[in-house]
């Protein structure tokens, strides 16, 4: 992918959640606009580095990108850390070859604030305290009351997975 431009957005307060990234110029559909980078760790690493109380706090600098490896923006990331969650984001997260790029989804005029959708994915086995903990504050008429993906993207998800595994059970199957 091309080197995104120099920054087109500044770091200030946001009435969503704590900092957030506002645009400084306007920003067209399709622009790339920053690399979100980090320490590359495990999710055990992840899970050992922040425990329940602590994610209450951290958990929105990390970012999984397989199901092996999460890009932990702590300590050692960018700007693209501050760009917040919505449910009807102006931004989106590609990860293309282990890297993850934040592009525009449509123009964005000067002093809107940047954001995607963080789409956390579900386990299935979520409890009333994890759906506190990522609570959505985007505030607008599409907000779902979670940055978590869907009940809707997860049970596709499930019914998705549980497909393929029936496929592959045949194919052995069918192999003997």
Not at 57 to 83: C, K, P, Q
Not at 86 to 111: H, L, Q, T, Y
Not at 118 to 138: F, I, Q
């Amino acid at each position: 992918m091309p080197q995104p431009n120099p920054l087109a957005f500044e770091i200030r307060d946001s009435g969503i959640a704590g900092k957030g990234a506002f645009a400084i110029r306007p920003i067209q559909k399709g622009e790339q606009l920053i690399e979100y980078v980090g320490e590359r760790i495990t999710h055990a690493e992840a899970d050992a580095r922040y425990d329940d109380e602590s994610m209450d706090e951290h958990h929105t600098f990390l970012f999984t990108i397989s199901s092996r490896m999460v890009i932990d923006a702590t300590n050692d990331g960018n700007e693209s850390r501050y760009i917040n969650h919505s449910c009807d984001p102006n931004c989106e997260a590609e990860i293309d070859k282990g890297r993850v790029f934040i592009s525009a989804i449509r123009d964005i005029p000067v002093g809107e604030e940047l954001h995607y959708d963080y789409a956390y994915e579900r386990s299935g086995d979520e409890t009333e305290e994890d759906e506190k903990r990522y609570k959505c504050l985007c505030g607008t008429a599409k907000c779902r009351g979670s940055i978590m993906e869907p009940v809707s993207v997860f049970k596709a998800r499930k019914r998705k997975e549980a497909a393929q595994r029936a496929a592959r059970k045949r194919r052995a199957a069918t192999k003997k």
